[in-house]
């Protein structure tokens, strides 16, 4: 069947009557492509099969898991929940479960981890939040209050993490405007009997100047402590703080790390110039007039200066340096030369927390 367009009508709607219940097929299928498309309405969705609701559902138990199993801070993961109804039926929610229930059947309690309505699971990227801590969530069916699921959610910290102190690159110049071009020159006459000569175009402005770039700003001075945890010979507590702003981590080095990045930003571009507009041609006549000049194109801005690298000065306590070769440093200036090397003190540093 051709499903193209015949004056913005589906050409399918325009042989209704001839096929009848194949039309309405192709036509429910059009909506379904619409609304995915278009993102679409969980209502509608449910209106035409493609999703469920538990509302109106027999449901006996609901169980849960999390897709990744456990968290990093600072990462999330989807929920993963199967209802059961009463007849052993098992209904599996949208996404990581690749089933049709869905995250608006059900309410969530959660501590520690926070969950949002599509069943996103988040860890905060504050270690201090969870350490020593078990996220959990609690999961209730909406129409079924009785039926809940309990949740924890086991914590890791053997990530790559990312402490940034880095200067924040340069803005590019913006262009300059093109010239306007010249007017044609009026017409003279090329009669013989009574010649008159063609005017003058007029000459075409000069382009605008580029804006230079601007400034990529240095990378911060950084300190940063590395201790063990206490209690613990394999989690590193670490704190990094600039002027600006501090940032916790804890870190398992047996697959963990953590890289500080204190690296100038780069200058921004400049502007390209805006080109010169064309001069009017010479009006014809006898002679033809001359051709206006073209204008002249501006200068292209100059690029903004890369930021400097920034300087780190690391204090690790002495039972944490045999794991020094977790931690990596980056401070390099905007243009890629390297910084001043870090400074590493080895004296002792107490609990960071």
Not at 292 to 318: K, L, W
Request: overall charge negative.
């Amino acid at each position: 069947m051709d499903f193209g367009l015949r004056s913005g009508v589906p050409v399918c709607a325009s042989l209704y009557s001839s096929v009848g219940a194949r039309c309405r097929i192709c036509s429910a299928g059009l909506v379904a492509l619409g609304l995915s498309v278009l993102g679409g309405c969980g209502s509608i969705e449910v209106a035409l099969g493609l999703r469920t609701r538990l509302d109106k559902v027999p449901v006996a138990a609901l169980s849960a898991s999390l897709s990744p199993e456990a968290l990093n801070p600072g990462e999330s993961g989807r929920l993963v929940i199967v209802a059961t109804t009463t007849d052993g039926k098992a209904m599996a929610t949208v996404g990581a479960g690749h089933g049709r229930v869905l995250f608006d059947s059900f309410t969530f309690d959660a501590s520690v981890a926070a969950v949002n309505k599509k069943g996103v699971v988040s860890l905060s990227a504050d270690p201090r939040i969870s350490d020593g801590r078990m996220p959990h969530v609690r999961i209730s069916a909406i129409g079924h209050p009785e039926v809940v699921a309990e949740l924890d959610i086991p914590v890791r910290y053997d990530a790559a993490f990312t402490a940034h102190f880095s200067g924040r690159p340069g803005f590019n110049g913006t262009s300059g405007l093109d010239g306007l071009s010249g007017s044609d020159g009026a017409a003279g006459s090329a009669d013989l009997n009574n010649p008159s000569a063609g005017g003058r175009g007029s000459d075409g402005t000069n382009g605008g100047d580029g804006q230079d770039g601007g400034a990529g700003e240095p990378g911060q001075t950084v300190h940063l402590w590395m201790t063990l945890k206490p209690d613990s010979h394999t989690l590193l507590q670490v704190r990094a703080a600039s002027p600006d702003h501090e940032q916790f981590f804890l870190v398992d080095p047996n697959g963990g790390s953590l890289a500080i990045d204190a690296s100038g930003g780069r200058g921004g571009s400049g502007g390209s110039g805006g080109r010169g507009g064309r001069g009017g041609s010479g009006g014809i006549g006898f002679p033809n007039g001359f051709s206006g000049s073209d204008g002249r194109d501006g200068s292209n801005g100059r690029a903004g200066p890369d930021g400097a690298a920034g300087a780190i000065v690391v204090s690790v306590d002495p039972l944490a340096t045999q794991f020094l070769g977790r931690i990596h440093f980056a401070n390099k200036s905007g243009s890629g030369a390297a910084g001043p090397a870090p400074e590493v003190r080895i004296e002792p540093v107490p609990a960071l927390w």
